[in-house]
């Protein structure tokens, strides 16, 4: 396959249950800063009222978006690397090569670890790789930390 071929791929998605932690995540973080506002409410000021209000709409609008966000990552081995795709507006598309990965960690955070998920995150040699797959469901997180440590070793074995 081609570099050139990379939109009719098939991409493996993340898990759907991926949208609860981005939403908690964004939830809780509007949320703080709009109570931050909270103080500036003596200065007895519309503006301050409203700016908390438009916090917490910005926040909700974020949230309702989320979803798509979450459907927009994918991730796809090829022959010689790993793809992983992520964003809506802006799209980015990432290549791995499996002779470069040097480790293949596996993260489960309390909420994500609560859904049966996992975080698979990608070193390479270079310092700002941080290639990451969230939300992949936790058996297929080991399999494919498996699968990617196998290839990683058979391509470096051949450099």
């Given amino acids: 396959m081609s570099r050139l071929d990379v939109a009719d791929a098939t991409w493996t998605g993340v898990s759907p249950r991926y949208v609860w932690p981005e939403v908690i995540g964004w939830l809780v973080t509007g949320l703080v800063v709009a109570a931050a506002t909270l103080p500036l409410w003596f200065l007895d000021s519309l503006w301050w009222r409203l700016l908390t209000a438009g916090l917490v709409v910005v926040t909700l609008l974020v949230c309702a978006f989320v979803p798509r966000r979450v459907r927009a990552i994918g991730y796809q081995l090829r022959d010689d690397d790993l793809l992983l795709r992520k964003g ?3 799209t980015r598309v990432v290549a791995v090569p499996y002779g470069r990965m040097q480790l293949i960690d596996i993260n489960r955070g309390p909420v994500v670890r609560a859904l049966g998920l996992s975080d698979l995150k990608f070193v ?13 469901p936790e058996a297929e997180a080991e399999a494919l930390r498996d699968r990617l440590v196998e290839l990683a070793e058979s391509r470096r074995a051949g450099l």
């Avoid at 390479?124 to 790789?129: G, L, P």
């Fill in 88 to 90: 809506v507006l802006f």
């Fill in 124 to 136: 390479t040699a270079a310092a700002s790789s941080a290639v990451t797959i969230p939300g992949v």
